[in-house]
């Protein structure tokens, strides 16, 4: 389990194949309850080009008027989030170890062209709680920097199965992914092929 940085955890192929397809077909059920949307940036309202919807209690989004923020309910069907899988707080209470369970579990799906830039997680109340991310799908070139944008980052292949933590001093270091990178051998879970190339799930604490 290499340590990248001081609380940055990286877990290579944590969920093995079986793992994945079970955890796929409870994505691909999250989906269907509450359907992807896509988030806008505050200020210029332009569209993200990742397409996103949560499970728990709260989930999270962003537009052009109210910003990035954490909403109890979906924001086109109005409906509570779908509940987060077991399957997922198990993983949050072998990964995390954190006292409280997440509240909340975005799901970002990305298609080849799709792409997040450097960003810190900053919309949590609770700053204290890690934040754990498991990845589906293609592999991408996730980016992982410093406490500052500038700072160098490093860039490593986040892979289908794997899990990362950042927690602790690494918990607001800026991180995004530079690209979805060819597949070579491993597409999308099938339960989640027809929705994109790579799904990445991140489990936060807000409250
Ligand atoms: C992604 N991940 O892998 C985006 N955030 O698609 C994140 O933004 C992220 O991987 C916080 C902690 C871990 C992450
Ligand atoms: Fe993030």
């Given at each position: 389990m290499p340590e990248l940085a001081p609380g940055a955890f990286h877990y290579p192929a944590f969920l093995d194949q079986c793992a994945q397809a079970a955890l796929a077909e409870e994505i691909a059920d999250v989906i269907a309850a509450a359907p992807l949307y896509v988030s806008t940036m505050p200020k210029t309202g332009a569209p993200m080009s990742v397409r996103m919807t949560n499970c728990g209690a709260l989930g999270w989004l962003s537009d052009k008027?109210?910003?990035y923020r954490y909403e109890a309910?979906?924001?086109?069907?109005?409906d509570p989030w779908p509940a987060m899988p077991p399957r997922l707080l198990k993983l949050w209470n072998e990964?995390?170890?954190?006292a409280k369970p997440p509240e909340a579990c975005l799901v970002n799906v990305y298609d080849e062209k799709a792409r997040m830039g450097l960003h810190q997680d900053?919309?949590?109340?609770?700053?204290a709680a890690p934040i754990l991310s498991l990845s589906l799908g293609a592999d991408c070139r996730f980016k992982l920097g410093g406490a500052r944008r500038g700072d160098r980052a490093i860039a490593f292949a986040l892979s289908s199965g794997d899990a990362l933590v950042l927690s602790g001093?690494?918990?607001?270091r800026y991180h995004g992914v530079d690209r979805i990178l060819p597949?070579?051998?491993?597409?999308?879970p099938p339960a989640l092929a027809a929705f994109g190339a790579r799904v990445n799930l991140t489990l936060r604490r807000v409250t």
């Open positions: 008027e109210r910003g309910h979906h924001p086109t069907t109005g990964l995390a170890q954190y900053r919309d949590e109340a609770d700053l001093p690494a918990r607001m597949t070579v051998g491993a597409p999308a």
